[in-house]
Nanobody, 125 residues
């Protein structure tokens, strides 16, 4: 069992930056792929970024160039740094963990086994 706790959300002005953090419990963190999903009001949840056990990454087109996902295995923590934030980045951001093949990472088709409770990010324009 893995428990995930997100932090770092909040209200930020358009053009600003923020860093989301996700602390994971469990001794097998290193073997899991980690992802950040987001769900905007009235929209489906989408994968924003993912990172596998060897730190290979995936970014959705909407995040590419503005977001950076990273992991610190010593701290059991994954991060999402978001820059040049836009109003359309407003969403609840969820941390997720699971197993992810190389093909699925490239395709961005991550079906996690574990989810965090989510953290709200609101970008004011």
């Amino acid at each position: 069992q893995v428990q995930l706790v997100e932090s770092g959300g909040g209200l930020v002005q358009a053009g600003g930056s923020l860093r989301l953090s996700c602390a994971a419990s469990g001794r097998t963190f290193n073997s899991y792929a980690m992802g950040w999903f987001r769900q905007a009001p009235g929209k489906e949840r989408e994968l924003a970024a993912a990172i596998n056990w060897s730190s290979r990454t995936y970014y959705a087109d909407s995040v590419k160039g503005r977001g950076t996902i990273s992991r610190d295995n010593a701290k059991n923590t994954v991060y999402l740094q978001m820059n040049s934030l836009k109003a359309e980045d407003t969403a609840v951001y969820y941390c997720a963990a699971g197993y992810l093949s190389s093909g699925a990472l490239v395709a961005g088709t991550f079906k996690p086994a574990y989810w965090g409770q989510g953290t709200q990010v609101t970008v004011s324009s």
